[in-house]
């Protein structure tokens, strides 16, 4: 494969301006001021030499991004002829003891109005999580007059249609920042609005999760439960406030919408793409997979069919050894980009936790400060249609009750739907009761997939739903 390695930082512009936000359901947000109207490229501030941050969210993230603006303050003013000043930091529970010192001059808020309605807050953070409150901080924030870093994945692609309207109202210098939300600290999101401008992105696929990266390297390398991982991920900052957006793809799904966006320039609903997460894998797929040559990965894939039409779907996919995503374990995310122009760009990186995040927030805010411009925030729109559908080889694991026939019955359902078969794997029956075995197919439609398993599903052997999972790339065993 040709690889490319690339970190790539980028520029970015903003024009934005009022907007009266009529969506908002604002309990504890009562007033919106309007934004100034402005022409030039330079942020709103407060004042010449100090850039003043309001951050939402004392938690993992916000944590890192208070601490980080400490222990570079001065590196910080050098490089951009400011102070960043963090004025206040609004949270939950005022009470609740923090992992973190606050700057001298810092007040802990509970209420969201402390920040929203103070004009000499420049910037507003919203790291706090969350779909709702946060969609009413970012809301009016911007049209406070208010720049906005966000690390919030699920906030976006859930409203991206109407934070790009509003965006487009805005005509000040406010900004929209969101390196963080996708893939933690690697800089993918300046990448995709930046360095593909004269390409054609064919297929995007990836470990876009940490937390679930995380735990199957815990499950498969270090023999860890699915509870001991899912609770060491959590300790370390990895998962969710809620756990079930990583370990059911929901969190990677919202990441991968928002970078469809980006590269293919389509407003995709997110439940029209196929989600599925790890909580169906068995220690028996890890088996089969190692019998295979390869080991399991919980992937994001988007990828353009010969039409031109583009497909996607989140679920655990098969990934053999010699394949670069294969040894990317721990929170480590990596996005591989196959490109007409770049042919292969390989992204690797710290893709949850404290700091790899916060580090984006804070490039984000540092450009601020610095007065770069911003890109368009997610790229133009395009045509582009979404189909449900696409074309791979797939494993599929079988539960079964030992009985004669099995097998025959496997392989005419298999031909009913034009699936052929290329293997199957099985190993020695231990308990009758308690046996599955896996067919690995050879490149079919997904939707035949589906109906092969239905039809199995139907026979009287077979026990639970049967299992199943893409293998990624069709020249697998080459
Ligand atoms: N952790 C990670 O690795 C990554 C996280 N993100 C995103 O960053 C955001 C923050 O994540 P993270 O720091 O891990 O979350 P945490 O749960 O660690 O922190 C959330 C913080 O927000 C505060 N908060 C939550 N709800 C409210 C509310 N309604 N009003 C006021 N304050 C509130 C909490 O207050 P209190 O402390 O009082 O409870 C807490 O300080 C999320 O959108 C997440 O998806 C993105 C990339 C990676
Ligand atoms: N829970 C997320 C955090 C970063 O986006 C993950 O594990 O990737």
Known sequence: MNLQIAYIAAAALGRVSSFTPSTISTARQTIFRSASSSTTSTLNMSSEDTITLGIFGGGTVGGGIVEILSNKADYFKQLTGKSIEVKKVCVRDASKPR????????????????ILN?????????????????????VGALTNGKSVVTANKALIAKDLPEIETLLSTLESGTQFRYEAAVCGGIPIIRSMQSDFVGDNIQLMCGIINGC?????TAMDRDKKSYDEALSEASALG???????????GFDARSKLK???RLAYGMNVEEDEISCRGITELTKMDFEYAKMLGGTIKLLGVAEKNDAGDVSAYVAPCYVTNE?????????????EVLSDNLVSSIYIGQGAGRYPTANSCINDIVALAKGDQNLLPFNPTSETKFVNNYESVFYLRLNYRD??????????????????IHSILQNPVAKNQESAFAIVTDKVDYAAILKVLADVEALSWCKGKPFYMPVLRDDWQN
Do not use: W
């Not at 990895?238 to 059911?248: C, N």
């Not at 394949?323 to 996005?335: K, W």
């Open 99 to 114: 992992d973190f010192t606050l700057p001298e001059g810092c007040s802990i808020v509970t209420s969201y109005d402390d």
């Open 118 to 138: 103070d004009d000499s807050i420049d910037v507003a953070v919203e790291v706090m999580g969350g779909t709702t409150d946060a969609k009413d901080v970012v």
């Open 212 to 216: 679930t990266n995380f735990m199957l």
């Open 238 to 248: 990895y998962a969710e406030a809620d756990p079930t957006l990583d370990v059911g």
């Open 258 to 260: 928002i970078l469809m």
């Open 323 to 335: 394949d670069a995503l294969s040894s990317v374990n721990g929170a480590t995310n990596a996005i």
């Open 403 to 420: 009985q004669v026939g099995i097998t025959r019955q496997v392989g005419e359902v298999c031909e009913k739907h034009g699936v052929s």
